[in-house]
């Protein structure tokens, strides 16, 4: 554990110097642009103290405090809440640690990456013992969560809500029925929606299917347990949407397409590739289901080996090429000897698809695919 601990340290602060060095574009990097206005905001502490807790709990302006942080408002907006502030105020609150350097920054990150990832290796112990070790390998060494998870991005602490959440969930329902675990699992989905909305969305149905299904089902009786609830929570939306919403839901999900998009030509993202867009007019909702299938392949076979726009994407290309092989084989496995346990097969396979779909949808840049496809290297290394 230490040496995978030391690695993924050493990750970090070479991703960092990556940033720093090699692409010196720090203005519009993930990695420095709320670093920088995190920067702003510890440094108003100093200059106003009142102002800058007025603006930390969001009381206040940037513009009523004199300060200018480029990434506090969004330039597009996309009518979800504002996730660029807590990245903000996390890298505020770690600079007073760090005396403003960003490879400490990068240190700390590292540690809440890797506690995440071991929630995780706990968790497979107590779903599947046997499996365990293999997943824990494949986690820690996995490259794009080695590197993606261990600098100060919302990935990192994606990946730690989310273990929290399924270590809670999974220890309750198999273990201690602990009202700290139950706590903890309401928690961290509070906490997730706040960060990623979506992805609360991708596990709800999924753990109400995974709940659902009895020890000795069918696969077959698995599968439509599982279709009819991803159904029937799909019809409710759109129902509500229409009828009780006034097509707000729509209305959000088109302009999170669209800010999306927007924000790319506004950073000029050098690796931006088409997405099927969402038509903005609510009589249009049926393009949902080619954005859909276009978002869905875009997430679960790029980047890919011709993607070489910069060596980051083609290291992930090759990475990419490598999990589909993986996937086959295991296809090939479950083919000839089907897995014991059905219902976490199932469970992560309608997770994946939920995730790969809403991320392909909403990202029109390989380079921001990539890490946004942390959840799905969490669960599909499991499968």
């Not at 105020?89 to 540690?111: Q, R």
């Not at 998870?149 to 270590?167: G, H, N, P, W, Y």
């Not at 038509?279 to 790029?302: D, H, I, Y």
Request: include cysteine.
């Amino acid at each position: 554990m230490l040496l995978a601990f030391a690695l993924k340290v050493l990750a970090g602060i070479g991703l960092t110097a990556i940033y720093t060095y090699y692409y010196t574009d720090t203005q519009n990097a993930d990695i420095y642009k709320y670093f920088f206005d995190g920067l702003k905001l510890k440094a108003l502490a100093f200059q106003n103290p009142k102002c800058f807790l007025q603006l930390f709990f969001e009381q206040t302006s940037t513009i009523s405090c004199g300060i200018e942080m480029r990434y506090w408002d969004i330039p597009f907006t996309t009518g979800f809440y504002n996730d660029n502030r807590l990245l903000i105020k996390v890298n505020c609150l770690m600079a007073f640690i760090s005396m403003n350097n960003v490879f400490i920054h990068s240190i700390l990150a590292s540690f809440i990456g890797f506690s995440g990832l071991i929630l995780l290796i706990k968790t497979a112990l107590t779903l599947n013992p046997s499996k365990a070790k293999w997943y824990g390998l494949m986690l820690l060494f996995f490259p794009s969560l080695l590197a993606w998870t261990s600098v100060v991005i919302k990935e990192t602490f994606l990946l730690l809500l989310l273990a929290v959440f399924l270590f809670s969930v999974v220890t309750y329902f198999y273990g201690s029925r602990k009202t700290l675990y139950l706590f903890s699992a309401l928690a961290s989905l509070l906490a997730l929606a706040f960060l990623k909305v979506y992805v609360v969305l991708c596990l709800l149905p999924c753990l109400a299917a995974f709940m659902w299904v009895r020890k000795n089902d069918s696969s077959f009786i698995v599968f439509i347990k599982y279709s009819a609830i991803l159904i029937g929570c799909f019809s409710v939306m759109a129902l509500a949407d229409n009828y009780i919403l006034k097509h707000k839901l729509w209305i959000r999900l088109a302009y999170k397409q669209y800010g999306m998009v927007k924000l790319a030509e506004y950073e000029s993202a050098k690796s931006v590739i088409t997405i099927p867009p969402l038509s903005l007019e609510t009589n249009q909702k049926a393009t949902f289901f080619k954005a859909a299938a276009g978002g869905f392949f875009n997430a679960f076979a790029r980047p890919n080996l011709i993607d070489r726009q910069n060596p980051l994407l083609f290291i992930a290309g090759i990475e990419n090429f490598l999990l589909l092989i993986f996937l086959i084989f295991k296809l090939l496995l479950y083919r000839a000897h089907p897995p014991a346990n059905l219902n976490q097969l199932f469970f992560i396979v309608f997770f994946c698809l939920l995730i790969l779909t809403i991320t392909g949808i909403t990202t029109p840049v390989l380079g921001s695919l990539v890490r946004f496809k942390v959840p799905y290297y969490c669960l599909v290394l499991f499968i």
